[in-house]
């Protein structure tokens, strides 16, 4: 049996990398946006997670691809995307399991904040999973669960709301993080 040979950016042009060549988002990393640009952002990627859920299905992609479209530093990778492809509706057939939107916050903070993978594991994989946790309190605050099942049941099915919400706690987490930003008290949901 052979060993999987990694390409090398010599291999030549256009051929797939085997590691992301940016080291991931720690916790002393600043991102400089004012306060109004960490709004917009925010507003930005709740609107375009339920605008790409009703237009395209997909739970864990469209949360996915509305960070992608409105974080400035989490790149439209397309195998990021692509592999989100079965993860909705709990990624089972029966729902027993957690949230597209869930799943979808998970894949973009280890993006950002995981380990890579280069001849070892390297970074750190504490720092998304602590951010990781922080969205998972909100859709226990907001729904008693991460569960597909549950969580569909306290919007009466409309997955857009729980979409739209996935995505905007995930970019207000990450930019409390990185960008210093502060949510308002009064910080606005999309409506239930």
Same mark, same amino acid.
């Given at each position: 049996?052979?060993?999987?040979?990694?390409?090398?950016?010599?291999?030549?042009?256009?051929?797939?990398?085997?590691?992301?060549?940016?080291p991931?988002?720690?916790?002393?990393?600043?991102?400089?946006?004012?306060?109004?640009?960490? !709004?917009?952002?925010?507003?930005? $990627?709740?609107? +375009? @997670?339920?605008? =790409? /859920?009703?237009?395209?299905?997909?739970?864990?992609?469209?949360?996915?691809?509305?960070?992608?479209?409105?974080?400035?530093?989490?790149?439209?990778?397309?195998?990021?995307?692509?592999?989100?492809?079965?993860?909705?509706g709990?990624?089972?057939?029966?729902?027993?399991? !957690?949230?597209?939107?869930?799943? $979808?916050?998970? +894949? @973009?903070?280890? =993006? /950002?904040?995981?380990?890579?993978?280069d001849?070892?594991?390297?970074?750190?994989?504490?720092?998304?999973?602590?951010?990781?946790?922080?969205?998972?309190?909100?859709?226990?605050?907001?729904?008693?669960s991460?569960?597909?099942?549950?969580?569909?049941?306290?919007?009466?099915?409309?997955?857009r709301?729980?979409?739209?919400?996935? @995505?905007?706690?995930?970019?207000?987490?990450?930019?409390?993080?990185?960008?210093?930003?502060?949510?308002?008290?009064?910080?606005?949901?999309?409506p239930?």
């Amino acid at each position: 049996m052979t060993s999987p040979r990694f390409l090398k950016p010599s291999d030549g042009p256009g051929l797939p990398l085997d590691w992301d060549p940016r080291p991931p988002l720690g916790p002393h990393v600043r991102i400089e946006l004012s306060h109004s640009a960490c !709004q917009s952002i925010v507003e930005k $990627a709740s609107a +375009l @997670a339920g605008e =790409y /859920l009703e237009e395209y299905g997909g739970c864990a992609q469209c949360t996915l691809a509305a960070l992608q479209d409105a974080l400035p530093f989490l790149p439209p990778e397309a195998g990021l995307f692509r592999a989100a492809s079965c993860l909705d509706g709990g990624a089972t057939p029966n729902q027993q399991h !957690q949230c597209g939107g869930f799943t $979808a916050a998970g +894949l @973009a903070l280890g =993006y /950002l904040c995981g380990r890579t993978r280069d001849e070892i594991f390297f970074g750190d994989r504490f720092l998304a999973r602590q951010l990781l946790h922080q969205v998972f309190s909100q859709f226990q605050k907001h729904y008693g669960s991460v569960l597909c099942k549950e969580v569909r049941r306290k919007v009466n099915g409309d997955c857009r709301i729980t979409v739209s919400r996935a @995505a905007l706690w995930t970019t207000e987490i990450l930019l409390e993080t990185f960008a210093s930003y502060r949510r308002s008290s009064t910080s606005r949901l999309p409506p239930q």
